[in-house]
């Protein structure tokens, strides 16, 4: 299968350069778009989720939402690729990946998991496989 526009999840974690890459290097061989995405948790404890549309006036004022876009618009410029979209996205990654997915045309989801505790716990991905309507590609991030 040719994949036409590849996102991938991005948690400014050192590991995720792993999953940033698998992305980049994936885009580059099939010639597909790549899109960012970050998936801020903290937010929807505090009752929002979804995409977000940062240029709206009050939102860009929340506490570390600017500084999330910038982090993310300054991760892709330093990429050895052209990203068509970067987002931000509030709330659990197993919904809230559903828009950027169909306005964007994404046909592959590039995401990081780790083999750890509190991803038992809590597991991330185990969401995103039972709810994604696209192709997934798991990276595994173990420490070493």
């Not at 974690?13 to 992305?23: F, H, P, S, Y």
């Not at 006036?57 to 939402?65: E, I, K, T, V």
């Not at 045309?105 to 990081?112: E, H, T």
């Amino acid at each position: 299968m040719s994949y036409r526009h590849i996102l991938v999840t991005v948690d400014f974690e050192e590991d995720n350069q792993l999953v940033i890459d698998k992305g980049v290097n994936l885009a580059k061989s099939l010639g597909a778009k790549l899109s960012l995405v970050h998936v801020n948790q903290l937010l929807a404890e505090y009752g929002f989720t979804g995409l977000m549309d940062l240029s709206l006036a009050g939102l860009a004022a929340y506490p570390d939402l600017e500084e999330l876009t910038q982090q993310l618009t300054t991760l892709a410029s330093e990429l050895d690729y052209d990203v068509a979209h970067t987002y931000v996205v509030n709330g659990d990654i197993s919904h809230s990946l559903e828009t950027p997915v169909k306005e964007a045309g994404i046909d592959l989801i590039i995401c990081g998991h780790h083999h750890d505790f509190w991803s038992r716990v809590s597991p991330t991905v185990g969401g995103l496989v039972n709810t994604s309507s696209v192709d997934l590609l798991i990276v595994a991030l173990i420490d070493k």
